[in-house]
Structure formats: C-alpha cells, structure tokens
C-alpha cells in the first residue's frame, strides 16, 4: 500500500489540461508551410525527390494525405519550406489536406459536410472499433496512447471497444492489404448504423510509402464515405483527438 | 559461384557491421553436404540460423543459410542449388526445429519441397507466393475430433487497438491443449519493394515502417547494411547516437509493455504510471528529431538530427526521473501478491523449448538462453561497450516481465554511458548519403539487437550494384512459435497476459 501511495505521489497529476493548446516540442512535423514564391523549377526538382509523390509537380502543394512527413523536402529547400509544429492538421475535407504555396491557415473540419446525426448522436459519446489493416503497429500505438492518462480522450466520451457491435464507427490504419481487406469489410459490416469511418495515419490515406503495391487492396475506401481524415507518420494523439472534437463540434 | 570441390572451405564467414563481401566466395554445396553442414553446426548451442531464403535470379534458385557463431561473432555463409524441376530438399526441421520458420517461407515462396517436413504451414500469404490457390481466406485449421474439446477462435480483429493475427485454441473446458497461430494479414510486399525501390529515402522509410514500433531498429539495420554494402563508415560519435536511439526505443517500449501487462491483469496504478513514465521517454525522442518513434533519425552515412548537447541534458534528467519513477512502480508491481499470482508460473516455456524452437531476444534470455548481439556479435558503438545481457532462469510471465523491468534500467545504465562518451568526441554533422554507389556482386548482413531480438537485414547486388534481393527476418519471425508453445495446458483467460508478455510484431513476421 505504502509502495504504491509512494509511486502516485510522484505520478502526479498527469491529464493534460487544454488538448486544444498543448503545445509540443519546436520539432513536431506538423503542418507544413510552401513559400509563395516558390519558383517552377523548384517545385519540379522537389517533386522528384519527394518519396511518397506528396509534392504536386505542378501547383507545388503539398498533399497531407500522402506525406510521410520526412521533412527532406524542407531539407533540400529550407527558405522555402517549414513544417511548423501546428499538430491540428485533421479534416473531414480531403481537398482541405492539400497545402498550397502561400497558404498558411489552420486545417479545420468543414462544418457543412458532417452528417446532422453524427454530430446529434455522438457529440458526449463516441465509441469507436480499431481495424489495424496493414498498420505498422505506430499508429496503433499512438491511438492507444490517445486514451492514456496522459491525453485522456476519454474525458470526451471518446473510447475505443472490443467489439464493432459496441461501436459507433471504424479507424483504420494502414495501408489496407489484401489480407485483411475481407476482415474490414466483416468488421464494417457488423456495427450498427448510424456508423462513421476515419482514417488515421499516411497510410490509411493514400497507402503511404505502399501505394501501388499488389499486395494491397484498397477498395474499401473508394467504396465507403470516409467522415475524417488524420494525417501522421504516425499520427498523433493530439492530432487524432483535436481532429474528433471538430468533427463532432467540441469546443 | 563456382561448386565446392572436396577438400575446398565449406563456408565463407563474414562478420557484423563489416564490408560486404562478393557473392563468388560462398561456396555453392550439393545436397548432402548442404544439408549436412547445417545439422552439425545447429548440434552446438552457441550456434544459430539467422536467415536462409532463395533468391530466384536470373532463372536460377539459390537457397543460401547464414548460421550465427555466438561464440567468437562470425557468420558462416553456404548455398545450395536445387533442382531446376520439382526441387527437393531434405528437411532438416525434424531435428532442428528452430529452421521451421525458414523452410516454411523457402516453401512458401518458391514450391520447394522439404521430405519430412513436419508441418509446412503457410507463413504469410505474400502476394508472390508460389501457390496462389491457397488464400489466407481457406486456411484449414489443425483440428481435433473429439466431443469434449472446442475450438475458440480469436482474430484477425482482435479486442484491444492492436494488429490482425488469427488464434486457434483448441480447448478442454478452460484448458489450452493447443494454440495455433496464423499470421499474414499485414503483409504489403515490403521485401519486393526494397527490391523495386531503387531509390535510397524511399528505401529509408520503408525500413522504418516494417514494423513501425521498431523505427529505430530496422533504420538502424537498414542503414548498417547499405554501410557494408557501400563501403561508407561512419564517426564513433554517430555510432553512440545510433545506440543512444535504439535505447532509447527499447526503454520506451519496456516501460509500454509493463503498462500494457498491468493493464491486463487490473492492476491500475501500475498501467496508469507506465502509461506516463512511457510519454516521458518517446516526448524526449520527439524532442531530439520531431517524431515520438525516432522516424527520420536513422539515415544511412550520417543523420538529419545530430544530436546536441541540450538534448544529450533533457536525455540525462528524464533517465534520472525515469530511474526514480519506474523504480518505484515496479517495487510496487512485482511484490503485489494480486499481480504476481496472474504473473508467476503462468505462461511457461522451458530452456529447451526456447532452444529448439529458436527464439531470440528477451525471449531466449527470459528462459536461460545467453542471446543478445550487443554481446555476441557487437555493432555500432556497442564494439566499445561491453555488454553482459540479463538472463532470467523462470520462462514464465513474471520472467518476461522482470526483464522488461531490469532491461530498462540496463538501457538506462547504456545511455547515460554512451551520451557521457559521446560529449567527448569529435562532433562530426554528416548529412544522409542517398547517392551511394552499392559494390556490385556483393552481399552483406546487417545484425541489429531491436528491443524484440536480433533483427536481420540482407542483401545482394548485381553487376551494376543494384539490389536484386533484399531479405528482412525481424526477430518475430522466430517468437510467435514461442507463444503458441507458452500458452499449452494454461487457461485460456491467462492468453491475454501471456501474448502480452511476449509482445510479437504482426507486421514485422508478415513484411
């Protein structure tokens, strides 16, 4: 008893306060800013370099959703590119994760484009099942790590459980391999409706470093409405939690 | 290649963290001799397999073993041909079984037969596999006829965010007699893309998503066999800043999984202060490169994140809190009699077991197997620090997590070694290297011990130095045998703590 009044006493109080302003370390590969003035051979020369073809060899944006956040463009062109440590980078807006030059807004959920139930129904409870097709094990760690005591998403209402039967909704991570692509579709199939789907991680997006591989089968997400998208390498609990509450219209 | 005469070396040996080699001098054996070489060196302990694949080029099979001598850090490098039609080889699983796994794959992958082969389960359903009909949808399960036993299956979606994986009990009443255990669900073709990708980042992140838990140990593996193969060295103080990351992962995941063990046997303080102790370590790992699993700190030839003298400070006072806090919750943990009865000869698997199925890693030295290659074949900074591994004797829960327990505070005693060595060397800011030329016919192996066991990268180059076969073996790929052998006549409510304790990767067995 004395052993472990001793181990909580240096515990402490461990909930972060404000998930809305937590900040995190200078280095946090956030949300990436494109000088306006990026010039066309520039744009040409990082498109080429970029390993997950993120960097739109045209416009030069930046596509959130297939980055890997490596930061070697920013290497190659440091006056031209930052990723800012700015971890509120989730959306329910797949349009709203390409990043253009010159742009340097906060990434926001469109309001007009969630369904009225989800937010009516799931605003002070939402119970979600994690299907792990193809996740490295990062994200999967991260979104465990978004309900400890740390992060406490649970403050929320927001909780991961056992069985799809529980749930009001899938997150996926990882790229979708063609090994688990029936168990998705099973899985899916069995939580009741209304249902949402929310994708974290790069992989989950756009397959990552893994798109175009033949051992994934990405059908599922052209066939189904995705209600959020969380980008990360992996994604972060802080991105993934702020990224529900704007879903779900939590101040 | 030329075939091996008699009276001419039976084997070529390498070393770890060393130039690659060319390809002509391991000698290419028949048959007998092939099979023959590998049981005598297996009838010694201190000798391991830590890989044997095929490489299919240019028409031709060639099956090549590497077998680990722990005694004195070589590898002992052979290969065989088989036939072209209906290749066949002798099994040698039958009385070594800790070579299941690989000729499982061998068969998997190529058709190859293995006479006597107890059981060639499929491995991973890769989508190259040789046999296309068999999907990882209609795998027939090993099953018993009996009326007082049941089968439980659990998976691939399992109850906790964790990834996919199939188990099969068989069970009397509460009473586990069988698991079986069928993997293969996050397989994306990691191998072929080494192999495809003929880009030297895309490589790099590739290697830190094989398993994404062990960013830092496959980086690390990655980046030592490019080395090799480049012929690149890299300064000492690189070299402790590798070691320093890799620590740092192991302390972070050790600490993770003593929350997670807690966690399953409602021991709430315990998961509740791990939870954090762990946030602790990996938000030091984001202050040093920007990511909390250290992707994008491990490049080949240098680094985009040297380390500086203000993290080297943060590093030394959060191992300081850590040794308090971590202290002070395991003394709490593990002399709780509530923990320690869901702990303590739960889980068991014996030496020999551990012997003659192959483990590696915590896992062997939790059962009194000296493994470790920070001792036995020494890489990076480790050649400068000798290391004697912890060994447990029990096998059982409570081993594995009293290892992760004295394991952590070896990681500590490591880190603040290696950062007080490193403040006195030269600082020396080399940037990645993505243009290195590879030496052409050549191959290598990179040994790196992840926080799960040895992990094994290999490689081969053709003509030009382009890669025609990159070979990935994460520790795992030895382990999941382990578990299924761990959990027979144990209740199947202990599978939790059990699969917990051991803590496989899914992704890293299915690449």
Redesign the interface.
């Known amino acids: 008893m004395l052993k472990e009044l001793k181990a909580l006493k240096s515990h402490g109080r461990q909930a972060i306060k404000n998930l809305r302003t937590q900040a995190v370390s200078p280095l946090f590969r956030g949300r990436p800013v494109i000088s306006g003035n990026i010039t066309g051979e520039e744009i040409n020369s990082l498109a080429a370099m970029c390993p997950v073809r993120a960097i739109n060899e045209n416009t030069g944006s930046i596509d959130l959703g297939r980055c890997v956040f490596c930061r070697e463009c920013e290497f190659m062109k440091p006056e031209k590119i930052t990723f800012t440590n700015d971890y509120r980078i989730a959306t329910n807006d797949r349009k709203g994760l390409i990043i253009n030059p010159g742009q340097d807004i906060p990434i926001r959920c469109d309001g007009n484009l969630v369904r009225k139930d989800v937010r009516k129904l799931f605003r002070e409870s939402l119970k979600l099942r994690q299907v792990s097709a193809g996740g490295d094990n990062s994200c999967e760690t991260e979104l465990g790590a978004a309900g400890n005591v740390n992060f406490d998403m649970g403050r929320y209402g927001i909780e991961f459980v056992a069985s799809p039967r529980h749930a009001d909704g899938i997150v996926i991570t990882g790229p979708i391999s063609e090994n688990m692509a029936r168990a998705l579709d099973l899985t899916w199939e069995a939580v009741p409706d209304p249902k949402i789907i929310i994708l974290a991680g790069t992989d989950a997006i756009s397959g990552g470093i893994f798109d175009g591989t033949p051992a994934l089968d990405r059908s599922f997400i052209e066939n189904h409405h995705i209600d959020l998208f969380v980008p990360g390498n992996p994604a972060h609990p802080l991105t993934f939690i702020n990224g529900i509450m704007d879903l779900l219209g939590i101040e | 290649m030329t075939a091996v005469k008699m009276n001419q070396k039976q084997f070529t040996v390498i070393r770890n963290n060393s130039p690659s080699s060319a390809v002509s001098e391991i000698p290419l054996l028949d048959h007998d001799a092939f099979i023959n070489l590998i049981t005598r060196s297996l009838k010694d302990e201190e000798k391991h397999c830590i890989s044997y694949y095929g490489v299919r080029f240019k028409e031709r099979l060639t099956l090549y073993c590497f077998i680990a001598d722990d005694s004195n850090g070589s590898i002992n490098v052979f290969a065989h041909e088989p036939a072209v039609n209906d290749p066949l080889l002798k099994s040698v699983t039958a009385e070594f079984s800790q070579l299941h796994i690989f000729e499982r794959e061998i068969h998997e992958n190529f058709g190859v037969k293995f006479e006597d082969h107890p059981w060639l389960k499929p491995v991973r ?4 596999r040789h046999d296309k009909a068999q999907t ?2 209609n795998y027939p399960f090993y099953s018993i006829d009996s009326e007082e036993l049941h089968e439980v299956g659990v998976g ?2 399992h ?6 994986g199939h188990f099969r009990f068989i069970c009397n009443g509460e009473k586990v007699l069988h698991l079986e255990i069928q993997l ?6 990691v191998e ?2 080494f192999v495809s990708m003929n ?1 030297a ?2 490589r ?3 290697s830190e ?5 062990t ?1 830092v140990g496959h980086a690390l593996a990655h980046s030592q066999l490019i080395e090799s193969l480049a012929h690149l060295e890299v300064s000492e103080g690189l070299q402790a800043e590798r070691c320093i990351a890799l620590e740092l992962e192991r302390l972070a995941i050790h600490i ?1 999984d003593t929350a997670a063990l807690c966690g399953d046997v409602a021991y709430q ?1 315990g998961q ?2 791990c ?2 102790l ?2 602790l370590v990996i ?1 030091t790992t ?8 250290g ?2 700190l491990v490049r080949p030839g240098g680094t ?2 040297p380390l500086t003298g203000e993290v080297a400070d943060a590093i030394i006072m959060m191992t300081d809190d850590i040794t ?2 971590f202290g ?2 395991t ?2 943990i593990y ?1 709780s009699p509530s923990v320690l009865g869901r702990f303590d000869e739960i889980g068991t698997m014996t030496r020999k077991q551990g012997l003659s199925t192959g483990v590696v890693g915590p896992s062997a030295r939790m059962c009194g197997i000296d493994r470790d290659i920070r001792k036995s074949h020494p890489f990076q900074y480790y050649r400068k620090h000798s290391y004697q591994p912890v060994i447990l004797e029990t096998g059982d829960v409570l081993a594995r997590g009293m290892m992760r327990n004295l394991e952590a505070f070896e990681s500590i005693r490591i880190i603040r070694k290696m950062t007080e060595d490193w403040r006195d060397k030269v600082k020396e800011i080399s940037k990645p290297v993505y243009d290195y030329k590879l030496k052409p016919e050549s191959f290598s192996v990179s040994l790196i011990e992840g926080w799960r066991g040895e992990i094994c990268h290999s490689a081969m180059t053709d003509i030009n130095g382009n890669i025609i076969h990159y070979k990935v073996k994460d520790p795992s790929m030895h382990n999941w045998s382990a578990l299924a052998l761990a959990v027979r006549n144990q209740e199947i409510s202990d599978f939790p703590v059990c699969n917990k304790s051991f803590n496989l ?3 890293g067995h ?1 690449l």
């Open positions: 359903y890769p989508s190259h990882i949808d691939p979606v109850a906790g965010v964790i990834e996919p293969g669900y996050q397989h994306r073709g072929e893309l880009n980042l895309q790099c992140i590739l998503s094989i398993a994404g838990d960013s993770g303080p509740a202060v939870e954090a762990r946030t938000n984001q202050l040093w490169c920007g990511n909390r699993f992707k994008g985009n994140y308090k806090r002070e919750i003394d709490s002399s990767s899914y992704c299915d």
